[in-house]
């Protein structure tokens, strides 16, 4: 038996899309006013679903207790309020939110041990969301 348990985060950061291999003109073409060189800023909304066995003593997936003091401490003091562009983890890839769900996926994934991580999905806007389960397919 294999449940599921979802939970939204919210923090804000700027980036600026701009690829280091491409010219000036080109990163204008493709990323238009999400190149200009000042960022721009977005209160993401992040949510991480975890999958698991229902505990049979406690009822639960996982206690968001321990899903809360992960995400608070690995994710959210890590991205809240930065400027994603001068971030490791971006120094060699694109801040765009494609990455940040790989890059926040990869963090759970890694060093989270009270569930598996099933699917991280983020909302830049009222109107683009992005999801990363891995490399594999998203169920629906
Ligand atoms: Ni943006």
């Known amino acids: 038996m294999k449940a599921y348990l979802t939970r939204r985060y919210l923090f804000s950061a700027s980036h600026r899309l701009h690829c280091v291999e491409m010219s000036d003109a080109e990163n204008k073409a493709v990323y238009g006013k999400c190149n200009n060189p000042h960022g721009h800023g977005h209160n993401y909304s992040v949510e991480v679903?975890?999958?698991?066995?229902?505990?049979?003593?406690?009822?639960?997936?996982?206690?968001?207790?321990?899903?809360?003091?992960?995400?608070?401490?690995k994710i959210l003091e890590r991205f809240d309020h930065q400027n994603l562009n001068t971030l490791a983890e971006f120094q060699a890839t694109v801040p765009t939110t494609e990455n940040l769900c790989v890059e926040v996926f990869d963090?759970?994934?890694?060093?989270?041990?009270?569930?598996?991580?099933?699917?991280?999905?983020?909302?830049?806007?009222?109107?683009?969301?992005?999801?990363?389960?891995?490399?594999?397919?998203?169920?629906?």
């Open 49 to 73: 679903t975890v999958a698991g066995r229902v505990d049979p003593r406690t009822g639960m997936v996982c206690n968001l207790v321990d899903l809360d003091s992960f995400v608070q401490e």
């Open 107 to 140: 963090i759970l994934e890694r060093d989270f041990h009270h569930a598996e991580i099933e699917k991280v999905r983020i909302e830049e806007t009222m109107l683009n969301s992005f999801e990363y389960a891995g490399g594999r397919e998203i169920r629906y």
